[in-house]
């Protein structure tokens, strides 16, 4: 049965979040596309799928902004199955050490990064509440954001909101613990070529968001399995 999925983060043709649109696209589902500003690529993929691809303006820093698109969202869908928050930011900054680095930085990138997700899924719980066949929430989280694991002495910024997504997908988790038609869970997705300038990462964005896709099939009832994961749906230390 197709399903209804809401994507963030979603305008950069190189990127994850694109290339996740397509493989929902082609697998023949009905996606709603988040972005920000304009973006070309998706433009041209809404001709393509005129029906089953709505684009969504939405700041997820912005509560007014995520509130004013699940507003607009109710408007055109009965509900949502899946949520993939994968939209996420970084500073200027997040290479820098201590001594170099913009402390300052932080709490915007938080906002988006952390804060961001969990506005999301906020607004459109009513939406997600009525998914006929249960909604899950995936969000894309980093091995970043593993406090137990990190050897970094860069991305204070990019590792603190990640940190911060996985405590607050926890969070949630417990309270929607007792609703079998609602899960939620964070993953570090692999390592990806989704800048045009890396070309050392292992993974092809289009490739891997199928097998994202079918990963995340085997979540969606999966209340008792581990809720931070890897791409392979192994466990990742917190
Ligand atoms: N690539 C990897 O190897 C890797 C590894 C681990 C985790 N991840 C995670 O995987 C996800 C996708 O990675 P990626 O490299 O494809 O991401 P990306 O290229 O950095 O794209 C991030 C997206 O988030 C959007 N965004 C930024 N701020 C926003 C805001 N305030 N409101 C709405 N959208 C906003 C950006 O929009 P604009 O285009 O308008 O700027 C962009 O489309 C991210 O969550 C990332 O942290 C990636």
Same mark, same amino acid.
């Given at each position: 049965?197709?399903?209804?999925? *809401?994507i963030t983060g979603t305008g950069r043709p190189y990127a994850l979040g694109f290339s996740l649109v ?11 596309a988040s972005i920000r500003r304009p973006s070309e690529a998706l433009e041209a993929l809404k ?8 684009i969504l303006t939405m700041d ?9 698109? =699940?507003?607009? /969202? ?12 994968n939209a996420?930011? =970084? ?6 050490? +201590?001594?170099?680095? !913009? *402390? ?18 906020? =607004?459109?719980?009513? *939406?997600?509440?009525?998914? $006929?066949?249960? =909604? ?19 991305? *204070? ?5 990640? /940190? ?11 309270? &929607? ?6 899960? &939620?869970?964070?993953?570090? $997705?692999?390592?990806?070529?989704t !800048? ?18 079918? +990963?995340?099939? #085997? ?12 791409? #392979?749906?192994? $466990?990742? $230390?917190?």
């Amino acid at each position: 049965m197709p399903q209804t999925v *809401l994507i963030t983060g979603t305008g950069r043709p190189y990127a994850l979040g694109f290339s996740l649109v397509k493989r929902y696209l082609e697998n023949g589902d009905c996606v709603f596309a988040s972005i920000r500003r304009p973006s070309e690529a998706l433009e041209a993929l809404k001709q393509e799928y005129p029906d089953r691809l709505h684009i969504l303006t939405m700041d997820i820093s912005s509560t007014e902004s995520v509130n004013a698109a =699940a507003k607009e /969202a109710e408007g055109l869908t009965s509900h949502l199955d899946l949520i993939i928050n994968n939209a996420t930011t =970084a500073s200027a900054d997040t290479m820098k050490e +201590l001594p170099d680095f !913009n *402390l300052d930085l932080i709490a915007p990138a938080v906002n988006v990064g952390a804060v961001g997700p969990i506005r999301v899924v906020k =607004a459109f719980m009513p *939406l997600l509440k009525k998914s $006929p066949i249960g =909604a899950l929430v995936v969000n894309i989280s980093s091995e970043a954001g593993s406090i137990g694991k990190c050897y970094r002495t860069f991305y *204070l910024d990019y590792g603190t909101e990640k /940190a911060a997504l996985n405590m607050l997908t926890m969070t949630v988790r417990n309270y &929607i613990k007792d609703d079998p038609n609602l899960n &939620i869970i964070c993953i570090h $997705p692999g390592w990806i070529r989704t !800048n045009p300038g890396n070309t050392e990462a292992p993974l092809d964005p289009y490739e891997h968001a199928e097998t994202l896709r079918k +990963l995340f099939e #085997t979540k969606r009832h999966d209340k008792d399995g581990p809720v931070f994961i890897t791409h #392979t749906g192994e $466990p990742y $230390p917190w």
